[in-house]
Each structure stands twice: as C-alpha cells, then as structure tokens.
C-alpha cells in the first residue's frame, strides 16, 4: 500500500502509480530513472536530470518500504528498487566502455557485453544496498531524504574504495563540473559534494508527501536556497583575476592524436618518435617564451625506450634548446634470479642529450585493462585471455610506499598521475610517513592515453573528474593526453588552456600557482564527509523516531 501521507494535487496520480507499481513494472521504471539521472553527469550536465531521477527513486521506495510485512520483507524489494536504478544509471553512463572491445575486435568483441552490461550490474549492487540501508531509517516524512542520502553517499564511498575501487561518475559530479559548485570540493571533497546532491535533487519528492505546506514545499525551498547559497559562496571564492604564473615556467603539452591501432606496434617507432620531435620542435607563436618543458602523453612509445639508446638519443637531441621532456613510457625492470621480467606502466623525465632522471611507475592499475586480477589470472590465462595492454603478463603495480612525487629540474614537485588515477579523490597527493621529508607538491601531472574510447562521453568525463582534484588538493592540474582533452587547469578549476578531443596539435601555456596553504580537504581528507554523514544519520534517524 502507498505511504498514507501523500497529498492530493497534480502529483497525486503518478505518485500513486509509483508507489503501487510492482514486479517488473517497479523494476523498468526504477531503470528508467537512474538511466535518465546520468544526463547530471559530463559531458551533458543537466542537473534537473537527477532531480527527476531521485525524486522517482524516492517515490518508488515509498512504495517498496510501506507493506505491513514489516522490516525484513521490505529489505529485498528496496534493494531491487536500488540495484535497478543503479543498473540504468551506470549503464547510460559507461556505455562507451564497449568502445575499448572494439580496438581489437578480433580478440576482444566477444567479451563486449561483460563490460557494458555486466560491470554495471555488478556495480549496481553497491546502489542496492545503499537503498536498503536507506530503508532500515525510512520515514513517511522528509527524514527519508536524508536517510537517502546516508544510503546513496556511503554506498558511492564504497564503490570508490573497494575491490581497488572505481568512483567513476560519482553522483557528486553532478555539482563538481560547475566553476561555482565545485568550489566547495576544496573543503568536503568529491563525496561530500555527493551527499549534498543527493539531498538537493531528492529533496523534490516531498511536494508530493503531507498535508501541511510546510512538510510539502520546505525541503524543495531548503534545497534551492541551499544550492543558491553554494554557487553565491564558490563565485566569491574564485578570484576575479587569473592566476599569477610559476615564474621561470613555460608548458608545451604534446597531443599526437595517434589512434589506438597503431600506437603500440613496434614497427611504427620511428615514425611514431619522429611525429613526437616533429611536435616538440614546432616553433612558439610570435612574442611568447619559448616552452621550458615538453609533455608527451601516457606510453607514448611502443617500445621500451630505456632499452633504445639511438631512440632515447634522437628523443632528447630533438627537445627544444634548454628544455626537459616529462612522458609516459612503459618500462621493464630486470628480474631477480627465478622471477619474470616485471613491466611498469610508468613516467619519466628525461634531459639531454639522452638521461633518464627520475621515473614514478603507476600504482593504481586498471582491472582487465593493464592486468588479470590475482585469483583469476592464470585461469583466464589458460583459456587464451589477456589484459587490453599486451605487455607479457600485465604490468606491475608500482610501490604504494614509495615515490609518488616526481622530481623534474625547473619544476614544483609534481604529484605524479597516469590515466585513471586521476579519478581517485584522495589519491594524488602522498600521504606523510612519520620522520619523511616529503616535499610539498606545486602541480598535478596527469598523463594518458584516452583513445581506447574514441570521440565518447569517457574522455569527456576522465577530464572532469581530473579538473576537480585540481579544487579538492588546491593544485594546478597539467593534462596531456594522446587524443585529447589536453588542458592546464589552474588550482580553482578554471581551464586556462585546453586542447579539444581528437586533434593533432601543441599546446603552450603557462604554470598556475596553487592557492596559499593547503584545502581543508588536502589536510583532512574524507574527515569533513563522515561529519556530514553522521549529521545526516542524526537527522534521518530523528525522523524515523517521531514517524
């Protein structure tokens, strides 16, 4: 039976529909809703997407939680109700994943649907239980907002930490790709901006619920006086002038455009090395500096270049006159007696006429994509199965103790990044060990290689999640990627120079300052999140105790 609560007016009918819906109708419309809620997420934006999305997750719950069977048999349906919505959301959200399947559709086309349908509905599952535990405080009052977002933004911290983790499309990016909104990340960090969109674009359900219009219009109010007040509050952070350049510092990001096919065959190193140099050379436009460091992308050679003195040779014997070379690079390390030889997806810098001066190796790799998981690595292997990236073996993760600050003569420290790491919030900047002198990073560098996914939403959503570590840390963030987006992104979000998706270009800028001292979250970390978690658990189990 429908929550005895909800009021008449023009919702009535829907929401009586919603709340009576059963079966595989629950099941549709709870898909529908949540593949609706991914149009919040980059490169689309629209926000009033999740607001219907959740406003109807809300109803349906109220529909799944209010049965006399009690407790317990409610449990089941509410996670359903939460697995589906988390199911269309992510599968709306990371379809063009299935691009990687195609690059060597010979190989791997066969195993498409697994990841287009099948990680979602394993990921969904984090969704379901957040609903469910959303239930154990469900009210008929707007308490169940707030038990929603308890739910749903401990459920997204969870799928960003375990099983290695993968916050991608964290229902927070809904409010962190917006100059003014993500401002607030610099303090509460990217699941703390999840709990708040959450409450805000749920807070709507409640026009259908009471009979007084203070329990009917007050939480919509609240939650738009609440979003105003963020953006008044992000504008009046970011400073009305741009950020004053790092002096002595002048930027040429490298964007080869080099489609996947042929990237990583050994028989195009020369032309390959050859587009890079012809790149790096090109001269600086009329009056600017002439660049001080050259960036090229994630693994930009396909070959080991460690191992190739005439190529390692011609690479830093074509480098502007006085400048230094930052790249990806796979590298391999020599194996102790009985051991494989051991690959590292890897950065480095390198100065001429052909030294290599320091390296950070990738320490959070990508499932299936750099590696077999452990416990399924050598069945998968019998079965003729290997990882995208043919590297014998899969690559090696890189220390989690050691460097993850790269030293590069004439720059800031720079916190070190390749590929998806950039996604992880938290991650970038090295945790301090007792007794170590840890230097204090100027910039994030993030280099990668985003053609696996063509002209894709993915790259679209890989650069803004990039953009807001820039916020949470206070750190200028320098992007270069294969095919794009290339970009210097100053440490308030703001995109000072960027190259678009899919062109073949260079891209000259200067070296934005970071803000004065350190972000409440660089210092804290997700301290300020759990403190609203417990917040919003104090008021949704208030609630439930008055229902």
Not at 106 to 116: H, I, K, S, Y
Not at 250 to 269: C, I, M, S
Not at 271 to 290: C, F, K, M, N, T
Request: charge should be neutral; hydrophobic fraction near 50%; proline fraction near 10%.
């Amino acid at each position: 039976m429908p929550p005895r609560d909800h009021a008449g007016g023009p919702l009535a009918a829907p929401v009586r529909w919603l709340a009576l819906a059963r079966g595989w109708r629950r099941v549709c419309v709870a898909m529908l809703a949540g593949a609706l809620g991914a149009l919040a997420m980059p490169p689309f934006g629209l926000v009033p997407a999740l607001v219907v999305s959740l406003t109807v997750a809300v109803w349906l719950m109220d529909g799944a939680a209010a049965s006399r069977a009690g407790l317990a048999r409610t449990l089941g349906p509410c996670f359903l109700v939460g697995w589906a919505w988390g199911f269309g959301y992510l599968t709306a959200g990371l379809w063009w994943l299935g691009a990687a399947f195609l690059v060597e559709a010979d190989e791997f086309a066969w195993a498409l649907p697994l990841g287009v349908v099948g990680l979602p509905a394993v990921l969904a599952i984090f969704y379901g239980a957040g609903f469910a535990a959303a239930r154990l405080l469900w009210s008929r009052k707007a308490g169940r907002i707030a038990a929603l977002g308890v739910g749903l933004a401990g459920a997204e911290w969870l799928r960003g930490h375990l099983f290695t983790g993968f916050p991608w499309n964290t229902l927070g990016m809904a409010l962190g790709q917006d100059l003014w909104l993500m401002q607030a990340a610099a303090y509460i960090g990217l699941y703390g901006l999840t709990l708040l969109a959450v409450l805000i674009c749920a807070a709507p359900a409640t026009l259908a619920t009471g009979t007084l219009p203070r329990a009917r219009y007050g939480p919509t109010a609240a939650a738009a006086i609440g979003l105003a007040a963020l953006a008044l509050w992000g504008a009046e952070r970011v400073p009305p002038a741009p950020s004053a350049p790092v002096a002595g510092v002048r930027l040429r990001l490298v964007q080869p455009n080099l489609p996947q096919d042929a990237k990583f065959r050994p028989e195009n190193r020369e032309d390959i090395v050859d587009r890079y140099v012809e790149l790096s050379q090109r001269p600086a436009e009329a009056g600017a500096p002439a660049p001080t460091h050259v960036i090229w992308p994630e693994s930009a050679f396909p070959f080991l270049i460690q191992r190739d003195p005439a190529s390692l040779a011609k690479v830093g014997s074509g480098l502007p006159p006085g400048a230094r070379l930052v790249t990806g690079a796979a590298r391999a390390e020599e194996p102790l007696p009985g051991e494989r030889l051991r690959f590292f997806n890897a950065i480095m810098t390198i100065e001429a006429p052909a030294r290599i001066s320091d390296t950070y190796d990738k320490v959070h790799l990508v499932p299936f994509g750099e590696y077999l998981p452990g416990p399924l690595d050598a069945a998968l292997r019998a079965v003729g199965l290997r990882q995208f990236v043919s590297v014998p073996g899969g690559f090696s993760a890189g220390s989690r103790e050691g460097q993850r600050i790269l030293t590069v003569p004439g720059l800031p420290p720079a916190a070190a990044t390749i590929c998806y790491e950039a996604i992880f919030p938290g991650g970038i900047v090295p945790a301090a060990h007792p007794g170590a002198a840890e230097p204090v990073p100027g910039l994030i560098l993030n280099v990668t290689n985003d053609a696996w996914f063509g002209d894709t939403p993915g790259p679209r959503q890989h650069f803004a999640q990039a953009r807001l570590r820039a916020v949470e840390e206070g750190l200028p963030l320098v992007r270069d990627a294969n095919t794009g987006i290339s970009a210097v992104v100053d440490a308030y979000g703001r995109v000072t120079a960027s190259l678009p998706l899919g062109r073949e270009d260079i891209l000259d800028a200067d070296l934005p300052a970071p803000v004065p001292g350190r972000t409440l979250y660089a210092r804290l970390g997700d301290i300020p999140f759990a403190l609203m978690l417990a917040g919003a658990l104090l008021c949704a189990l208030a609630a439930w105790r008055r229902a």
